[in-house]
Nanobody
Framework: QVQLAESGGGSVQTGGSLRLSCKIS????????LAWFRQVPGKEREGVAS?????????DYADSVKGRFTISQDKAKNTVYLQMTTLNPEDTAMYYC????????????????WGPGTPVTVSS
């Protein structure tokens, strides 16, 4: 049924930019949320940015990425993006997107569909 696929990861230097894509297949969300997460081995998974399909806008950003990352949607392509700018080595991680059509409040809980991830490496 629902499948999520991330793309756009890669390796950049400090201060660079990347745009990650989360392609949704098998379903079109009109309610619920999609969020981007990231994780480094040995560390806790961190919520990065969340998007409400009902509101058609972002709902939450991690404090560490506010002002640098932007989440947005292209309805025609059934895709949600994470535009990342002013990257630093602390942003290095595997990035995942996740969705749930029944989530009322987005943030970081209740997601049941996950993509396989796309890696981001930021070097100095």
């Amino acid at each position: 049924q629902v499948q999520l696929a991330e793309s756009g990861g890669g390796s950049v230097q400090t201060g660079g930019s990347l745009r990650l894509s989360c392609k949704i297949s098998g379903y079109t969300y009109t309610t619920g949320c999609l969020a981007w997460f990231r994780q480094v081995p040995g560390k806790e998974r961190e919520g990065v940015a969340s998007f409400s399909f009902e509101l058609g806008s972002n709902t939450d950003y991690a404090d560490s990425v506010k002002g640098r990352f932007t989440i947005s949607q292209d309805k025609a392509k059934n895709t949600v993006y994470l535009q990342m700018t002013t990257l630093n080595p602390e942003d290095t991680a595997m990035y995942y997107c996740a969705a749930n059509g029944r989530v009322r409040n987005c943030a970081w809980n209740g997601y049941n569909y996950w993509g396989p991830g796309t890696p981001v490496t930021v070097s100095s």
